[in-house]
């Protein structure tokens, strides 16, 4: 650690900002200290106050439910103590948000999102370049379309039941003025509507519905190009139109040495920079950004297209401290804020004219896990500050609030008035969400079944309150109204099924776990227009906050001893495979086997969630200590198993006593109600910290 304007910061932290993040910012390094020390001086005793605030909240709902074991829950007492408490707040006055110079992806576009550890700079680079996608290849490789490719090279029959599938979608996304596109013979194309063809690149048209590009390259000494009537060789979609870069759920980094390395690919990115080398199919390969991609006007004018998605960046919340930086009075300074620091004043050499991502000269960071208005404001506050320090003008930096607590979602209009110039995302997660539930009322009895939440009321109220009070803020055309992640990667077919719901609800964009997801995902966006569908949404109420509010408890039902073990296997299971990966390796999120071998997309949402579960059954007595101890053993035996083919890997059966994944999977649960909100980040990164040293005295 060395001394900088009062403040004790880790060397590796110090020597990036001032050897790599600073230059070219104008921004001298004592003016930044000094800066810092200022903003860590002002806004982290704050920080502390609303995070104990939060636990006063929870001791006061907990001595609700426990005054009243054994009773029926009374709604309306309930609501009306929430209200005394201080966690309902008044509703605001209607209002409209004000937020300005936001980039048209975020603003006036519909389209999928991409979520991507900011620590893996391949991933990183894949979603930024995720922007354009082969619907052909979407197709192609997945379970999109029925059957698989057969044989080592180019499936003839394969490719014809894609090039169907796509021309089918041209049909419905740029009809043609007669006939079908799988009936065109050249590349002589008249279009139903004229207007839908904007531009040429090469051999590829361009063409433009909902907002969305199509480009149909038409190609005849391409193999596919040389086979098809028209010579069309592949229909390329605009598909992750956006992505959020992850420091948190998504990432294990819990020291300074892991901060860096997240800050300096998240520079890279700022800067345009970024690549990465590595070995694919025997020969070594090594990938950077794409460029933009230029186009000719009809008129014969040039223009060009983003090459790739706008980059938000996810800062961790208020809760957690770092090592990386030690305040005056010696306690480690709050994470969340150092966040918003560093990468705002990355974010400057994108504004300074690189022009590497935002073209309105915005910095976009996502919050999470605020717990109400209180929360937002105070976020609004501290980028107020960081703007101030680092020389920007007001509400550059724009935020995007994740409806994921149960005291946001409850204060969802409050909220967005808190932050209502600077606010360009809201979005729901339902497992955090979940999570949060659960942990809220856990006092409240036992919860139902993990598989049978989504069933619940207070989700359904939770997913149409979030778009309906969105649309009455007045989000649409200026910010995204977001909807959750499709967790599994492989299960594409499903997904084409069922994620059309998004842009059903209203909603302006979806998380996907992957490009060639984004891609497809990107269809529904064709097959619904979003923004008309907004204003049919805002005609509506806003849907009941007693919904809302309805404790998802198991109310008078006995649950079956099979029932009781196949929900402990579930949730034991799930924990190990994602918290071995955590602890042993620092994977914070990556495609984990479920307990039927089927591939997930896991971050430590899904870890709260089946980590708050286990613990509100043991509390209220519908398994035992001894149970879960023995899930937790037989699922460790499953999970070692699945991970059997990576070589890294650390076998946990049989050494449960000295594995620290699975200590970790077992404190998550039997000390889950302790933990703040539930949330399971002070156990990983302790057990986490625990390790590193482990590693580091062995190479020693």
Same mark, same amino acid.
């Given at each position: 650690?060395?001394?900088?304007?009062?403040?004790?910061?880790?060397?590796?932290?110090?020597?990036?900002?001032?050897?790599?993040?600073?230059?070219?910012?104008?921004?001298?390094?004592?003016?930044?200290?000094?800066?810092?020390?200022?903003?860590?001086?002002?806004?982290?005793?704050?920080?502390?106050?609303?995070?104990?605030?939060?636990?006063?909240?929870?001791?006061?709902?907990?001595?609700?439910?426990?005054?009243?074991?054994?009773?029926?829950?009374?709604?309306?007492?309930?609501?009306?103590?929430?209200?005394?408490?201080?966690?309902?707040?008044?509703?605001?006055?209607?209002?409209?948000?004000?937020?300005?110079?936001?980039?048209?992806?975020?603003?006036?576009?519909?389209?999928?999102?991409?979520?991507?550890?900011?620590?893996?700079?391949?991933?990183?680079?894949?979603?930024?370049?995720?922007?354009?996608?082969?619907?052909?290849?979407?197709?192609?490789?997945?379970?999109?379309?029925?059957?698989?490719?057969?044989?080592?090279?180019?499936?003839?029959?394969?490719?014809?039941?894609?090039?169907?599938?796509?021309?089918?979608?041209?049909?419905?996304?740029?009809?043609?003025?007669?006939?079908?596109?799988?009936?065109?013979?050249?590349?002589?194309?008249?279009?139903?509507?004229?207007?839908?063809?904007?531009?040429?690149?090469?051999?590829?048209?361009?063409?433009?519905?909902?907002?969305?590009?199509?480009?149909?390259?038409?190609?005849?000494?391409?193999?596919?190009?040389?086979?098809?009537?028209?010579?069309?060789?592949?229909?390329?979609?605009?598909?992750?139109?956006?992505?959020?870069?992850?420091?948190?759920?998504?990432?294990?980094?819990?020291?300074?040495?892991?901060?860096?390395?997240?800050?300096?690919?998240?520079?890279?990115?700022?800067?345009?920079?970024?690549?990465?080398?590595?070995?694919?199919?025997?020969?070594?390969?090594?990938?950077?950004?794409?460029?933009?991609?230029?186009?000719?006007?009809?008129?014969?004018?040039?223009?060009?297209?983003?090459?790739?998605?706008?980059?938000?960046?996810?800062?961790?919340?208020?809760?957690?401290?770092?090592?990386?930086?030690?305040?005056?009075?010696?306690?480690?300074?709050?994470?969340?804020?150092?966040?918003?620091?560093?990468?705002?004043?990355?974010?400057?050499?994108?504004?300074?004219?690189?022009?590497?991502?935002?073209?309105?000269?915005?910095?976009?960071?996502?919050?999470?896990?605020?717990?109400?208005?209180?929360?937002?404001?105070?976020?609004?506050?501290?980028?107020?500050?960081?703007?101030?320090?680092?020389?920007?003008?007001?509400?550059?930096?724009?935020?995007?609030?994740?409806?994921?607590?149960?005291?946001?979602?409850?204060?969802?209009?409050?909220?967005?008035?808190?932050?209502?110039?600077?606010?360009?995302?809201?979005?729901?997660?339902?497992?955090?969400?979940?999570?949060?539930?659960?942990?809220?009322?856990?006092?409240?009895?036992?919860?139902?079944?993990?598989?049978?939440?989504?069933?619940?009321?207070?989700?359904?109220?939770?997913?149409?309150?979030?778009?309906?009070?969105?649309? $009455?803020?007045? /989000?649409?055309?200026?910010?995204?109204? &977001?909807?959750?992640?499709? #967790? *599994?990667?492989? @299960? %594409? +077919?499903?997904?084409?099924?069922?994620?059309?719901?998004?842009?059903?609800?209203?909603?302006?964009?979806?998380?996907?776990?992957?490009?060639?997801?984004?891609?497809?995902?990107?269809?529904?966006?064709?097959?619904?227009?979003?923004?008309?569908?907004?204003?049919?949404?805002?005609?509506?109420?806003?849907?009941?906050?007693?919904?809302?509010?309805?404790?998802?408890?198991?109310?008078?039902?006995?649950?079956?001893?099979?029932?009781?073990?196949?929900?402990?296997?579930?949730?034991?299971?799930?924990?190990?495979?994602?918290?071995?990966?955590?602890?042993?390796?620092?994977?914070?999120?990556?495609?984990?086997?479920?307990?039927?071998?089927?591939?997930?997309?896991?971050?430590?949402?899904?870890?709260?969630?089946?980590?708050?579960?286990? $613990?509100?059954? /043991?509390?209220?007595?519908?398994?035992? &200590?001894?149970?879960?101890? #023995? *899930?937790?053993? @037989? %699922? +460790?035996?499953?999970?070692?198993?699945?991970?059997?083919?990576?070589?890294?890997?650390?076998?946990?059966?049989?050494?449960?006593?000295?594995?620290?994944?699975?200590?970790?999977?077992?404190?998550?649960?039997?000390?889950?109600?302790?933990?703040?909100?539930?949330?399971?980040?002070?156990?990983?990164?302790?057990?986490?910290?625990?390790?590193?040293?482990?590693?580091?005295?062995?190479?020693?």
């Amino acid at each position: 650690m060395i001394e900088k304007s009062g403040l004790q910061v880790a060397t590796p932290l110090a020597d990036f900002i001032e050897q790599r993040a600073l230059p070219g910012t104008g921004i001298a390094p004592d003016a930044f200290w000094t800066g810092v020390a200022d903003i860590f001086a002002r806004f982290a005793p704050e920080n502390a106050a609303l995070l104990r605030k939060r636990d006063t909240l929870q001791a006061q709902i907990d001595g609700w439910h426990e005054q009243r074991k054994g009773q029926p829950h009374d709604a309306a007492a309930y609501q009306a103590h929430l209200r005394d408490i201080g966690y309902l707040v008044p509703e605001p006055a209607p209002f409209a948000i004000g937020s300005e110079h936001v980039d048209d992806e975020v603003a006036r576009m519909a389209g999928p999102q991409l979520v991507v550890p900011i620590l893996n700079a391949r991933f990183l680079l894949n979603a930024a370049n995720a922007r354009w996608g082969s619907l052909y290849d979407a197709l192609y490789g997945t379970d999109a379309i029925p059957g698989a490719p057969t044989g080592k090279g180019y499936d003839a029959a394969r490719g014809a039941q894609v090039i169907a599938w796509a021309k089918a979608f041209l049909d419905d996304a740029i009809p043609l003025a007669n006939g079908s596109w799988a009936e065109l013979s050249s590349d002589d194309i008249a279009l139903a509507d004229p207007a839908q063809f904007i531009g040429t690149s090469g051999k590829g048209r361009l063409f433009r519905h909902n907002g969305l590009h199509i480009e149909v390259v038409f190609d005849r000494d391409h193999p596919i190009g040389a086979t098809d009537p028209a010579g069309i060789a592949d229909v390329i979609l605009e598909s992750a139109l956006t992505t959020i870069c992850d420091l948190e759920d998504s990432v294990a980094a819990v020291d300074a040495a892991d901060k860096v390395a997240a800050y300096t690919n998240w520079l890279g990115l700022m800067r345009g920079d970024l690549t990465e080398t590595f070995e694919k199919g025997g020969k070594m390969m090594t990938r950077a950004l794409n460029p933009d991609r230029a186009y000719s006007a009809p008129d014969g004018s040039a223009f060009t297209l983003a090459g790739r998605s706008l980059l938000f960046v996810r800062n961790v919340g208020h809760l957690m401290t770092t090592p990386a930086i030690r305040l005056p009075n010696g306690e480690e300074a709050p994470e969340g804020i150092l966040d918003g620091i560093v990468t705002s004043l990355i974010a400057l050499h994108d504004l300074n004219g690189r022009n590497a991502n935002s073209r309105a000269g915005s910095v976009y960071i996502v919050k999470p896990k605020m717990h109400g208005p209180e929360e937002a404001a105070f976020t609004n506050r501290l980028f107020d500050g960081i703007e101030d320090m680092l020389g920007m003008a007001r509400h550059t930096i724009k935020v995007g609030v994740m409806d994921e607590e149960r005291r946001t979602s409850a204060n969802l209009a409050a909220c967005i008035h808190a932050v209502r110039d600077r606010i360009v995302f809201i979005n729901t997660g339902f497992l955090d969400r979940t999570g949060d539930e659960m942990h809220t009322s856990m006092q409240a009895g036992p919860m139902i079944r993990k598989g049978e939440m989504k069933a619940s009321d207070w989700i359904a109220a939770y997913e149409d309150r979030n778009v309906q009070i969105g649309l $009455a803020c007045g /989000l649409s055309g200026r910010a995204q109204i &977001g909807k959750g992640m499709w #967790a *599994a990667p492989d @299960r %594409m +077919a499903d997904m084409l099924e069922q994620k059309v719901g998004h842009p059903k609800s209203g909603a302006t964009t979806a998380w996907v776990p992957s490009p060639t997801a984004a891609t497809l995902h990107a269809t529904h966006y064709h097959r619904i227009d979003v923004f008309t569908r907004q204003v049919e949404r805002a005609a509506e109420g806003i849907a009941p906050l007693d919904k809302l509010l309805t404790i998802p408890v198991a109310v008078g039902r006995n649950f079956s001893e099979e029932e009781i073990a196949q929900e402990l296997d579930n949730n034991a299971q799930g924990i190990l495979g994602y918290v071995v990966r955590w602890i042993d390796q620092g994977i914070g999120c990556s495609k984990v086997p479920d307990i039927h071998d089927i591939g997930l997309m896991e971050d430590r949402a899904t870890l709260r969630i089946s980590a708050q579960h286990m $613990a509100n059954w /043991l509390l209220h007595g519908i398994c035992t &200590g001894e149970q879960i101890d #023995a *899930a937790l053993t @037989r %699922m +460790a035996a499953k999970v070692d198993a699945q991970n059997a083919g990576d070589p890294l890997y650390q076998p946990m059966s049989g050494r449960e006593g000295k594995s620290l994944a699975f200590q970790a999977a077992r404190a998550l649960v039997f000390e889950g109600v302790a933990q703040p909100s539930g949330y399971t980040e002070p156990l990983l990164h302790a057990f986490r910290a625990q390790k590193k040293a482990e590693v580091e005295l062995e190479i020693a």
